[in-house]
């Protein structure tokens, strides 16, 4: 099959076929006489692996040394070696869950200090409006208007 088919079939743009075998990822088509790119099914199967993994996320380095040893008949290799990348990639991710569950709880605590009402005036010499005495407040631990109240200044210091 030539470079559209494999990869219509795989499900990428011909370019990234280009840019996976120019990079080493995916081994050198063989030539026809006319110049054109020819490929096979264990070219297909590769190529699906690799985007495959890819699509988990999972390294391009990794992706493509996993199925260069499926590709070569290396497959204990890549069976020992998959899981240890699915459980790194899940640390990863259980991480950036715990990220971002903290940053929407200081995301929640700041949008209901900016919707409660005004407790005192804006201070001249502060910053430009409540709204960045607000941010800037919660980033360094509570902002002046409720410096005076200690139970929303320290609502808005909790992770």
Not at 51 to 63: G, N, Q, S, T, Y
Not at 68 to 84: Q, V, Y
Request: glycine share 6%; with cysteine.
């Amino acid at each position: 099959m030539r470079i559209g088919e494999l990869a219509r079939e795989v499900g990428v743009s011909t370019d990234t076929v280009r840019f996976y075998e120019r990079s080493g990822w995916l081994p050198r088509a063989s030539r026809r006489d006319n110049d054109y790119r020819e490929y096979g099914e264990a070219d297909v199967e590769h190529l699906r692996l690799l985007i495959d993994l890819r699509r988990l996320d999972v390294p391009l380095e990794d992706a493509a040394r996993i199925a260069g040893w499926c590709h070569s008949g290396h497959c204990a290799d890549s069976t020992a070696a998959l899981p240890r990348l699915i459980d790194e990639r899940r640390a990863e991710i259980a991480e950036r869950i715990a990220g971002l569950e903290t940053l929407d709880a200081r995301l929640a605590r700041l949008l209901a200090h900016l919707e409660r009402p005004r407790r005192s005036l804006a201070v001249l010499d502060g910053p430009c409006c409540d709204a960045a005495d607000a941010v800037i407040g919660s980033a360094e631990g509570g902002c002046a208007c409720c410096a005076s109240v200690p139970e929303v200044a320290d609502s808005l210091d909790r992770p």
